[in-house]
């Protein structure tokens, strides 16, 4: 291959990491488009997992409003007005946002538990619409047939962005240099396997093994950091995030599906540069 060919290619590759990263948000606007509006009739998949994830979540941020004096009281009761009062507000402070940040990761982990077979039934079925894969009708004996599997996925990915995010939050202590490494490589690691979160069923439907996922991953990581971007931030608006959901999971099958088949395209336009 030519020099020219060469900078060519590299100049497509790096075009395609960017608009991978807004390919990759803005699919979660399609996806919020193709269940609430082209096919509404994909509510019967949601409407049930949807109604337990908002009561999930409720719950969740009540439990973390009703801990926040209580854990502070614990820790040192509130003095009178003073400089001792002005340090036990900045703990009060140190204790809303450690609780806030751990209400936040709970949804994040265990909600996924409680929907998972739904997302992948979701997900199946918008792969069917779109003609990449036949659908199982639905029944409650694959529902409880495909748990346990889901299950033991949901908690490896977990499991994963743990590993990631734990010791950099450690690190994150170290000042000044730790915050900025924990926000830009936690924020990395923390949107890349989010956004794989939603493309994962389908790579699962097709038997990929753990690497096979994790190749495409790296390789597609802009466009699925973008999904993953989108995804968080849908969690900073207060019980939004049941409802945008839905729309996540067909925002990740739409994504892999545009993926496999711009793949595809690559691939034969690829074939026949190297037969001219």
Known sequence: MSKTSSLRKSARETQRGVLGFTAGFGSLFKGLRFVYVEHREL?????????????????????????????????????????????????????????????AVLIMVSLPLFVAPFNDLLSEKIEDIRGTWQARPFSMSFLVQDLGQTIALELRRAGIKLAWLAPLFLFSFVPVVGSAVYFIFGGYFLTKYTGMDYIDWCAARRGWTWAERMAFAQKHRWALCGLGTAVVLSLLIPLAFPVIWPGAVAAGTLLFTRIREETVANDLAGSAESTD
């Open 43 to 103: 509510a019967k998949l949601f409407a049930a997992p949807m109604i337990i994830a908002l009561l999930f979540v409720i719950g969740a941020w009540f439990f973390f409003a009703a801990s926040v004096d209580t854990v502070t009281g614990w820790l040192w009761d509130e003095p009178a007005p003073g400089f001792l009062h002005v340090l036990w507000s900045i703990l009060a402070m140190l204790v809303f946002m450690a609780l806030g940040l751990g209400t």
